[in-house]
């Protein structure tokens, strides 16, 4: 069975950093587009980032320069490194995962993804 679990979230001062971690099992991520979603009240679940085997990234403009999507094949993790955070950044993040081929502009949609995690809440103070 498909599993992904998250870990690393906590709470951060403005300016700080955070890198979550993915632990996947049932399945080869390095066979998958992988992505990171998070969730808030206000902007309901939005895509962060998106990676594939070959390294292909994408990011959301609001986060682009800042978070790094990552994979590491030999454990079987994705992760995603936050750099100077804001309050805006808060939210509950998700892992998912996909067996389908996604176009470009799909990538950090989630109707894409049939697999997902439980979440992990990052909370950023000013």
């Known amino acids: 069975q498909v599993h992904l679990v998250e870990s690393g979230g906590g709470s951060m001062q403005s300016g700080g950093s955070l890198r979550l971690s993915c632990v996947v099992s049932g399945f080869r991520a390095s066979d998958y587009f992988m992505a990171w979603f998070r969730h808030t009240p206000g902007n309901g679940r939005e895509g962060v980032a998106s990676?594939?085997?070959?390294?292909?990234?994408n990011y959301a403009d609001t986060v682009k320069g800042r978070f790094t999507i990552s994979q590491d094949k030999a454990k079987n993790t994705l992760a995603l490194q936050m750099n100077s955070l804001t309050p805006e950044d808060t939210a509950t993040y998700y892992c998912?995962?996909?067996?389908?081929?996604?176009?470009?502009?799909?990538?950090?949609?989630?109707?894409?993804?049939?697999?997902w995690g439980q979440g992990t809440q990052v909370s950023v103070f000013p």
């Open positions: 998912a995962a996909t067996a389908r081929y996604l176009a470009g502009w799909s990538r950090l949609l989630q109707g894409g993804y049939e697999h």
């Open positions: 990676i594939r085997a070959d390294g292909t990234r």
